[in-house]
Nanobody, 123 residues
Framework: VQLVESGGASVQPGGSLRLSCTPFGFTLDSYTIGWFRQAPGKEREGVSCISISDGAAHVGDAVADRFSIYRDNANDTVYLQMNRLKVEDTGVYYC?????????????????WGQGIQVTVSS
């Protein structure tokens, strides 16, 4: 069972990236999916969550109106679209999966973690 993130890169402030989360060994359509991130020197924080039960998508206040999460069930992939990126969005982003629910924009509990992918926003 594995989650693999892709799409991380270095971009300038104001740029956009789309992170992808792809499963190996299971399918995502039976799980609630969450994205977390960890900035250098800071604790890991929840970014966004999409529920398996009703498909409701949630994003944290820090990224509201800039980030969005959505599923592509045909390709068994979950995406995190990140627009108008800021320097403070820099960090390692993790895709997670669980059979529970979104607690706001945070998946809890997390059953599976991806290995993480670097996003760097710098001028």
């Amino acid at each position: 069972v594995q989650l693999v993130e892709s799409g991380g890169a270095s971009v300038q402030p104001g740029g956009s990236l789309r992170l992808s989360c792809t499963p190996f060994g299971f399918t995502l359509d039976s799980y609630t999916i969450g994205w977390f991130r960890q900035a250098p020197g800071k604790e890991r924080e929840g970014v966004s969550c999409i529920s398996i039960s009703d498909g409701a998508a949630h994003v944290g206040d820090a990224v509201a109106d800039r980030f969005s999460i959505y599923r592509d069930n045909a390709n068994d992939t979950v995406y995190l679209q990140m627009n108008r990126l800021k320097v403070e969005d820099t960090g390692v982003y993790y895709c997670t999966a669980g059979a529970g629910y979104c607690s706001g924009h945070v998946l809890d509990p997390v059953w599976y973690w991806g290995q993480g992918i670097q996003v760097t926003v710098s001028s």
